[in-house]
């Protein structure tokens, strides 16, 4: 089982901002790395670090940690935005293994 | 532009062992980075399989780690999977992908930066 929850979906507004959330007791240790994934396509990373884009990566894309709570904010949501995000870091116990959240399907309407 | 290509079987039988490679284009497989096999059953999120680093050094899912080997061809530039006694629960599309990162002020910072297409593997007698 995942050591990274998250909400299986959301929807936002075309042009309006939302907010996908990782929890997971690692990550009051560990930055996590965001990933969006399109059907039949592989993932592309979105975020890093403490609020780091890759090149490629528009700025409406953000990043942000607070306790055991990583959050990704996609501020003014396009319909190519329409994906699943997934988080990724370090387990919770210390032996550098890696997990992956559970992902959120975000829709934009 | 480091790119990644996994190629092998895409069907295997149950009971069997799923054998997969990644080459690595672009880029040096002893250059400082994990590189990593992921996967996704159809519909599902993906799963950290497991990781090496060109010196031979590996982690490994505590799932997956008694049926995962993870091995590297420095001569090659590739790395590879075997994933022993599989059953239809190992139905997947498998990706390789490589771990870069840093330090910063004592925090680590650790990202997958390439993948590969994906490869689908089908376990099915």
């Known amino acids: 089982s995942s050591e990274l929850t998250q909400d299986p979906a959301v929807s936002v507004a075309l042009g309006q901002t939302v907010r996908i959330t990782c929890q997971g007791d690692s990550l009051r240790s560990y930055y996590a790395s965001w990933y969006q994934q399109k059907p039949g396509q592989a993932p592309v990373l979105v975020i890093y670090g403490k609020n780091n884009r890759p090149s490629g990566i528009p700025d409406r894309f953000s990043g942000s940690s607070s306790g055991n709570t990583a959050s990704l904010t996609i501020t003014g949501a396009q319909a190519e935005d329409e994906a699943d995000y997934y988080c990724n870091s370090r387990d919770s116990n210390g032996n550098h293994l890696r997990v992956f959240g559970t992902g959120t399907k975000v829709t934009v309407l | 532009q480091v790119q990644l290509q996994e190629s092998g079987p895409g069907l295997v039988k149950p009971s069997g062992t799923l054998s997969l490679t990644c080459d690595v284009s672009g880029g040096s497989i002893s250059s400082s980075n994990w590189w990593n096999w992921v996967r996704q059953p159809p519909g599902k999120g993906l799963e950290w399989i497991g990781e090496?680093?060109?010196?031979?050094?590996?982690n490994y899912n505590p799932s997956l780690k008694s049926r995962v080997t993870i091995s590297v061809d420095k001569s090659k530039n590739q790395f590879s999977l075997r994933l022993s006694s599989v059953t239809a629960a190992d139905t997947a599309v498998y990706y390789c992908?490589?771990?870069?990162?840093?330090?910063?002020?004592?925090?680590?910072?650790?990202?997958?930066?390439?993948w590969g297409r994906g490869t689908l593997v089908t376990v099915s007698s």
């Open positions: 090496i680093y060109h010196s031979g050094s590996t």
């Open positions: 992908a490589r771990v870069g990162g840093y330090d910063s002020s004592g925090w680590e910072i650790y990202y997958f930066d390439y």
